[in-house]
């Protein structure tokens, strides 16, 4: 049992999937907010997971290691996302690999179609420019070509092709399509993971919540920059009724992200219940 105040950022990123920050950098600016524990949750990749294991780790610091599933609501086609924590490392794929690696061909795909648009009206970027901006990325991700476009591109040019990427990423949003929370929820239990629902607020998905319950929910994130007070409340009720953990953390991408780490953490009132799910995973 753990007494007294204990930090958990319990939802980041790092440049492994959509974040800016390397692996030790996020560890790094955890250090100095003085956090407790920190869980890197990339996204639809355990490709940091091995790279953790090799991490300047201080001993006031546990790191542990989490994913985010990129799901969606079958009938609306609006994203949910999933939070999975303790799967269970081997040398075989794991379900929730097989699953997200077709989101990652699709993140690739989309992405230099996006570019090669970019390329084709003028913008002066190339496709291995990008490439190799994403190196240490399970794939490219969309935000690549923007930071790309910025280093290249100045003044009106920059707004003009500014405009044309979000325009090719609206469109390309339409055509994309992620597995659906529950094959994701079926998905990560079979890697052996924890699963909480992400950041209702964003996704209003907590009417999905009963029926995840029943398929193996364990938790949801209630603590979260996009959640507003009523969302929490509607949280702490569905947790109570269903026997659901509340956990929370700060959806933080690192530079220019709108969020700062540790804005939001876990419940204090839940460290001992998180700290035992965290538990199912190794700490470093």
């Given at each position: 049992?753990?007494?007294?105040?204990?930090?958990?950022?319990?939802?980041?990123?790092?440049?492994?999937?959509?974040?800016?920050?390397?692996?030790?950098?996020l560890?790094d600016e955890?250090?100095?907010?003085?956090?407790?524990?920190?869980?890197?949750?990339?996204h639809?990749?355990?490709?940091?997971?091995?790279?953790?294991?090799?991490?300047?780790?201080?001993?006031?610091?546990?790191?542990?290691?989490?994913?985010?599933?990129?799901?969606?609501?079958?009938l609306?086609?609006?994203?949910?996302?999933?939070?999975?924590?303790?799967?269970?490392?081997?040398?075989?794929?794991?379900?929730?690999?097989?699953?997200?690696?077709?989101t990652l061909?699709?993140?690739?795909?989309?992405?230099?179609?996006?570019?090669?648009?970019?390329?084709?009206?003028?913008?002066?970027?190339?496709?291995?420019?990008?490439?190799?901006?994403?190196?240490?990325?399970?794939?490219?991700?969309?935000?690549?070509?923007?930071?790309?476009?910025?280093?290249?591109?100045?003044?009106?040019?920059?707004?003009?092709?500014?405009?044309?990427?979000?325009?090719?990423?609206?469109?390309?949003?339409?055509?994309?399509?992620?597995?659906?929370?529950?094959?994701?929820?079926?998905?990560?239990?079979?890697?052996?993971?924890?699963?909480?629902?992400?950041?209702?607020?964003?996704?209003?998905?907590?009417?999905?919540?009963?029926?995840?319950?029943?398929?193996?929910?364990?938790?949801?994130?209630?603590?979260?920059?996009?959640?507003?007070?009523?969302?929490?409340?509607?949280?702490?009720?569905?947790?109570k009724?269903?026997?659901?953990?509340?956990?929370?953390?700060?959806?933080?991408?690192?530079?220019?992200?709108?969020?700062?780490?540790?804005?939001?953490?876990?419940p204090q009132?839940?460290?001992?219940?998180?700290?035992?799910?965290?538990?199912?995973?190794?700490?470093?």
């Amino acid at each position: 049992m753990h007494s007294g105040s204990f930090k958990i950022d319990m939802h980041t990123h790092s440049r492994v999937s959509d974040g800016s920050l390397s692996l030790q950098e996020l560890v790094d600016e955890a250090t100095d907010k003085e956090l407790n524990a920190l869980a890197i949750t990339d996204h639809d990749t355990l490709q940091h997971f091995s790279q953790i294991d090799k991490l300047s780790i201080p001993q006031t610091l546990k790191v542990y290691k989490g994913v985010e599933l990129s799901c969606e609501d079958p009938l609306t086609h609006k994203t949910v996302h999933l939070l999975g924590y303790g799967l269970v490392e081997g040398d075989s794929p794991l379900p929730f690999e097989t699953l997200a690696q077709k989101t990652l061909e699709q993140r690739l795909d989309q992405s230099r179609y996006i570019t090669q648009t970019l390329i084709a009206v003028g913008a002066n970027i190339s496709w291995e420019e990008v490439s190799s901006e994403a190196q240490d990325s399970a794939t490219v991700y969309r935000g690549i070509i923007a930071k790309v476009l910025k280093r290249v591109e100045v003044g009106e040019r920059y707004k003009r092709f500014r405009r044309l990427y979000h325009q090719l990423k609206a469109q390309c949003d339409k055509d994309f399509r992620f597995p659906s929370y529950m094959e994701g929820l079926i998905a990560l239990k079979e890697s052996g993971a924890k699963v909480v629902l992400a950041h209702p607020g964003r996704s209003k998905a907590l009417h999905l919540v009963p029926e995840m319950a029943r398929a193996g929910l364990f938790g949801i994130e209630r603590n979260h920059p996009d959640n507003t007070d009523a969302v929490r409340r509607e949280v702490d009720e569905l947790a109570k009724e269903f026997k659901l953990i509340k956990t929370g953390g700060s959806d933080y991408h690192g530079l220019n992200s709108p969020r700062a780490l540790a804005q939001d953490i876990a419940p204090q009132d839940e460290v001992n219940n998180i700290l035992e799910l965290l538990s199912y995973n190794k700490a470093y």
